[in-house]
């Protein structure tokens, strides 16, 4: 095999490596992402896939977020409840709190992080063995953009069935609230189902909080499963990171849209 | 005409070597080798599946190198490709991988549809496979499968990666005249990537030699066969006694 040439062998330092690579990574995420948006407003596709995706992501789903949130909704009603008693012994707020920070903030955001993990995961394992045994390849062979293909479905349904599944187990969230408010520190369910404290604000951020996690969860997955190298062990790191870098990209989106929410809605 | 010039491709180490190769329009290109020479990632570099670190592929006149992935859909819709682990789409029927390929060029018409996938089934000689699955079949059928998508739409260009590797003799002679005499009716350029020599040599135009990443021979078939080159003489002949 002949010597490489010498201009190909700049040293690079281990800082430059990492910097580089950071960089690689990022224009990659965002081609996946550009693309996925492309796709979604001008690719045709099969009602068939979205449908499927929908069954896949969502009524999969369903039960899983509705028991995490039930729970959710006990403990953090039981935990703010003896918290307050210990300023003010009066609970009356303590479901209108508790239903303002659960659409603002909580409800969207626990609901995708629990999302991250089931469907974040799946998307990669899908993607990421299409990639190591050569059918994206073939796929593009066929003159088919994979992101297209395979990433633009699981889009589509996500974004759909995130807002549905991030209202439907907030919903069980704050009536298994209830029942520990009601059990354990007697505040009637007429005094604990409370809108006072719900505005516009808050219906708009967390609807906004939905939709970026529920479009931003299918690219990172997808990203992970699309650069999948390697055999199976290549999978396996590849769902892991999926797992990893959704959740992160849930709360980074949360912080970003916490903020701006803030800042808008005062 | 596919063009490649001095394709320079590294993974951990370097694979292609300054690779330089014509295929005249119309020719059956044999590419033989040892294992790991690089022929695999030099068809891919030729599908633009891999993106070499210098030099260029031209096919149908276009740099390929310097096109991005949706104008390369464009040439890709021109080229046929047999994968050497055929990559069949797992969770499709043998007749719907057949026909994924007719379905993105646009072809709709079903009876159109089903008529070319089962001609092309009954050419691999697996009539009457339609609606099993992929996972259900043997590593002969699967190749067999997969040859049979690389031709469906009839390219242009069409590259097989090892389309005879494990089939019996008489298949394996059978799927070799058959892809001799697609080429010839349609005029194609093929590349055919063979470890089946004998056969191989038997419907080759032309044939390349690669070795540890570089081609080290580039000729006729019958300059193929009577090369006094040490290693391509001892690998054509099937030699024990040699440089390899
Ligand atoms: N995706 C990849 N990542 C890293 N290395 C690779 C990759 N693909 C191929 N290689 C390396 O490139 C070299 C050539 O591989 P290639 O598949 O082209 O061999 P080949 O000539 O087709 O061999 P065979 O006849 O066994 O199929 C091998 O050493 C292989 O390890
Ligand atoms: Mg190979």
Redesign the interface.
Known sequence: MSAEPHAMERPQGPAEVAARRVLADARELQGVFLRTLYWTAKGRREPGEVARQCFEVGYRSAFFLSVTMGFIGMILVFQSGLQLLRVVPDLTLLGATFLELLVRDLGPTIAAMMLATRVGAGIAAEIGSMVVTEQVDALRMCGVDPVDHLVVPRFIASVVMTAALVMFSGLVSFAAGGATAWFVFDVQPLTYINFSLLDRGDLITGLLKCVAYGAAIPIVSGWCGLTTRGGSEGVGSATTSAVVNSSLAVIMLDLVLTGAGFVVFV | MIEVTKVWK?FA??VL??VTLTVPTGCLYGLIGPGAAGKSVLL?CL?G?LRP?RGSVRLFGQAIEALD??S???V??R???L?Q?N????HLTVAENIA??MR??GITDESVIAARVADRLRAVSLAGFEQRLPGGLSGGQKKRVGVARATVTRAEVVLYDEPAAGLDPVTSQKIFDLLRREQQEAGATVVMVSSDIDRLLTVTDRVGMML???LIFDGTTAEAKGSLHPVVKQFVHGEVDGPL
Do not use: I, Y
Not at chain 2, 87 to 90: G, H, M, P, V
């Open positions: 590294r180490a370097p070597c300054d891919k599908a599946l670190e992935e949706v390369l859909q464009a890709r819709n080229v046929g490709m994968f682990n990559a069949l789409f797992d994924f390929p993105r060029r540890d990443g570089a």
